[in-house]
DNA sequence: GATGAATGAGCTTTCATTCAT
DNA sequence: GATGAATGAAAGCTCATTCAT
């Protein structure tokens, strides 16, 4: 029996308080699923936790997602659309090229610890196999979407003579590589990190200065960055 | 958790023939285990298709392992211990500097794309959070050695004068990092990435060049490493 | 079971608009009802299922139908008090009593293989344990009034001397008997079944012609019926 | 998972022990499912019904049936090809023709009240639709084999000049409609028929009768059967 | 030591029915 | 009167684990 008459069409702006609650309805249960998704993976979790943890029936479930696939589907474009874009803020200018990069520095190493983040790689890396097309969603809406940010103010910053840039896409890419020193690659298999405050700072620092050695234009009266031993 | 518990122990030279036996049929059991934990993980595999294509019955799977959780970290503590060690060979001494970490950059960017280390990553990744000593084996095993290994090669660089690094465990893993640009995020995800040998070479020069302009001891007759476009 | 208690009658001339509405809605869930349960059958059949076909809510289907099972009593009551009927025509009187007959038999082999009656018996046949009501309804609307109607005739034909019948009602059995012959069967088990023009005049004639050696008055004069081969 | 390396196999003839177990073990499952899908049909019976009236756990029986399907068709098809062959004895030679003919209605007629050829009916035209091959499994071994051994039979007669018979198939399939005269349409729909010997009587000697008036070869000193009236 | 039949809790999913709107 | 969202019991099926042989 196909259950679509049953379930309720993707609510519309302009749709009635009957349907605003069924897309409370539905939020109410991502709500649910993501909890449990997160703390479980996909197979670990179970519909009928899910259930609970929404406060909603198995039957409601199965009202709104097809399955257990489209509800954890719907969970990580969700995830994706909605929270990464957060995540992933406007640069912003600092008083100058060094401390704009700086900052940026800083908000993506702490971007690679933020549990969202970390909650999201983790679900796709092991369901990767198994749902394609979430890879493409979350890599589209994350990484891609700052690359592209950073690979354009670094071309902007190329065409002003300040840096030497043959290839912005390749060097955002490494920028982003660069922050995720240390910490990132541990943070993902749930190893400890150090998260201190001075110690994001000098991977950030580093970072930008290991950047800007490579592609800043150089200028012979200004030395390069000197690069500096991890903070105790 | 602990596999070492009421189980036949590694064979010692000594151990009898029936021990000898034992070792043979615990290492096939192992070799069927490897095969069905990659292709389905953790809780896609089952204990029925591991005891089939291992060729054993499954009472003999319990008879050498625990539980499925025991079968599981012994699998991945082998790869660990035995053939992640493999894959971070020694770094060629190149005719110089440059040309040994151009060497050490392919190594590193070929094996963030192979089978075995993704598929690790990806597992042990998946299970982190149910099995967090399997993390700490693997980390040590594989990424915190190449660091080590990497950094006491870098620290002999810096004292012979050719370098300069402040801090030689960063800078290994400052190295680390640059040699995922670009396809070791997309390639934990199972995203398409290009594996030409001209790509590949590309990112690992350019890894090289970035880390050069920022740790060479600066030289007044030399200019830094010029970066370069991506090949088509 | 009883499907008469509290739901709307059927409406009489002098009902109001709405009941004629009401009668009009009973009858739209009714052949949505048909269509659903004649495709899957009692339990194959969802409440869901019906409303979509019918074009109504489910809550107005509990609004006319007590439950599932008033609704399935309703669908084969009425096919056999409204439908049935039609498929037992009276009987055309031909030439003679022989083409009357053939008429007849002809009739008879095309109902047993019509689509419409296929689906009751099987049905009827299916849940005949748990709704033993509807067989007596079917019987009665179906095969006995066919009986009835044969044995009437058979008597007339008997008393005017033609026939000789010590008990009509059983030689009508018999007759009812003879044109399943080949095909009712196979037809009910949905096995394949030859239903050429050609080789239903045959197994209707064959029929004619055994209950006619039958029940055929003796006269002397006249040779008894021959029997034939099928056709090819 | 695949669990066909879990289930037993076939069993021969010259298994051992273990597999001697194993086919009991089945066979207990099989009357369990027997009983249950007479009782419930295949709808609605259930899993775990079967296993407990097996006295089994719900993992056996999939250990020794893939599927529900499976396990229904394995009851059928076991009736039909172990218990239906003992309900279709061979045709008990009489004193005479006739004699032999009688006995051979009354068995027909005692089998199409019988309750397991009833219950094997009203499952098969149930599941039809979804299991054809169960219909032909059962033609075959049921009705094709009765008709069958009797056109042989009839053929033998024909040939010796007794009979007078240009189809034997197709007289064989009147003489099997003419047995189902009266009570095997109503006993498929579980409504009351008269199964006193005295009727059952009646009504194979009546099948007869007409019968051997159609077929029996016309000799000039012998009169037709006379057809009687049902006993009270 | 090796086997694999047996177990039963647990899974995802369906569906008749109710009831607030 | 009509709606359809919500319910929750029950279905078919899986699989880690045990244990008699």
Same mark, same amino acid.
């Given at each position: 029996?196909?259950?679509?008459?049953?379930?309720?069409?993707?609510?519309?702006?302009?749709?009635?308080?009957?349907?605003?609650? @069924?897309?409370?309805?539905?939020?109410?249960?991502?709500?649910?699923?993501?909890?449990? &998704?997160?703390?479980?993976? /996909?197979?670990?979790?179970?519909? @009928?936790?899910?259930?609970?943890?929404?406060?909603?029936?198995?039957?409601?479930?199965?009202? /709104?997602?097809? @399955?257990?696939?489209?509800?954890?589907?719907? &969970?990580?474009?969700?995830?994706?659309?909605?929270?990464?874009? !957060?995540?992933?803020?406007?640069?912003?200018?600092?008083?100058?090229?060094?401390?704009?990069?700086?900052?940026?520095?800083?908000?993506?190493?702490?971007?690679?610890?933020?549990?969202?983040?970390?909650?999201?790689?983790?679900?796709?890396?092991?369901?990767?196999?198994? &749902?394609?097309?979430?890879?493409?969603?979350?890599?589209?809406?994350?990484?891609?979407?700052?690359?592209?940010?950073?690979?354009?103010? !670094?071309?902007?910053?190329?065409?002003?003579?300040?840096?030497?840039?043959?290839?912005?896409?390749?060097?955002?890419?490494?920028? /982003?590589? !660069?922050?995720?020193?240390?910490?990132?690659?541990?943070?993902?298999?749930? !190893?400890?990190?150090?998260?201190?405050?001075?110690?994001?700072?000098?991977?950030?620092? @580093?970072?930008?200065?290991? &950047?800007?050695?490579? /592609?800043?234009?150089?200028?012979?009266?200004?030395?390069?960055?000197?690069?500096?031993?991890?903070?105790?």
């Amino acid at each position: 029996m196909d259950t679509t008459a049953d379930r309720p069409r993707q609510v519309q702006a302009e749709d009635c308080v009957l349907s605003g609650a @069924s897309a409370a309805k539905r939020a109410q249960i991502l709500a649910g699923a993501a909890r449990v &998704f997160a703390e479980h993976g /996909y197979e670990g979790a179970s519909m @009928s936790g899910i259930a609970r943890d929404a406060g909603v029936s198995k039957g409601t479930l199965y009202n /709104y997602f097809d @399955s257990k696939a489209t509800l954890f589907s719907a &969970f990580v474009e969700q995830c994706a659309c909605e929270k990464m874009p !957060l995540l992933f803020s406007r640069i912003d200018e600092g008083a100058n090229l060094t401390e704009s990069l700086d900052h940026l520095a800083v908000a993506m190493v702490r971007l690679f610890t933020s549990p969202l983040s970390l909650m999201l790689n983790r679900i796709i890396i092991s369901e990767a196999g198994n &749902f394609p097309a979430l890879a493409e969603t979350f890599w589209k809406h994350g990484p891609q979407k700052a690359i592209n940010i950073l690979s354009a103010w !670094l071309m902007q910053h190329n065409d002003a003579g300040v840096l030497n840039i043959p290839d912005p896409v390749f060097a955002a890419e490494q920028f /982003y590589a !660069l922050c995720q020193t240390r910490i990132a690659a541990r943070a993902r298999m749930q !190893l400890p990190v150090n998260t201190d405050e001075a110690h994001i700072t000098f991977i950030a620092r @580093s970072a930008v200065r290991t &950047f800007l050695n490579a /592609y800043m234009r150089e200028d012979p009266r200004l030395p390069p960055f000197v690069m500096e031993r991890a903070p105790d």
